[in-house]
Nanobody
Framework: QVQLVESGGGLVQAGASLRLSCAAS????????MGWFRQAPGKEREFVAG????????RYADSVKGRFTISRDNAKNTVYLQMNSLKLEDTAVYYC?????????????????WGQGTHVTVSS
């Protein structure tokens, strides 16, 4: 079992930055690839970013490339999502997820453990 707790969401204006954090406990965090997903009202959950077990390999959705950065600190059992130049369309509930694999996937079905989500609202 892995327990995931996200934090750092909030209400910001377009163009601002936010950093989300996801604290993990339980199963060995450093053996798990991690991902961030988001779900806007009325839409399906979508992949945002993923990172491998060591933090060497990352992947991003095209919609966030160049604006978002995923990172992890295995000593702190925490994964981060730095979000810059936020847009209105980034408004969503953001979820952290852990995969029973060393490598990140981009489909929600590839992840076994999920946090409760943190709300991000971008206003004009």
């Amino acid at each position: 079992q892995v327990q995931l707790v996200e934090s750092g969401g909030g209400l910001v204006q377009a163009g601002a930055s936010l950093r989300l954090s996801c604290a993990a406990s339980g199963r060995t965090f450093s053996d798990s690839a991690m991902g961030w997903f988001r779900q806007a009202p009325g839409k399906e959950r979508e992949f945002v970013a993923g990172i491998d077990w060591r933090g060497d390999t990352t992947r991003y959705a095209d919609s966030v490339k160049g604006r978002f950065t995923i990172s992890r600190d295995n000593a702190k059992n925490t994964v981060y999502l730095q979000m810059n130049s936020l847009k209105l369309e980034d408004t969503a509930v953001y979820y952290c997820a852990a995969r029973i694999s060393l490598w990140p996937g981009s489909s929600p079905g590839e992840y076994a453990y999920w946090g409760q989500g943190t709300h991000v609202t971008v206003s004009s």
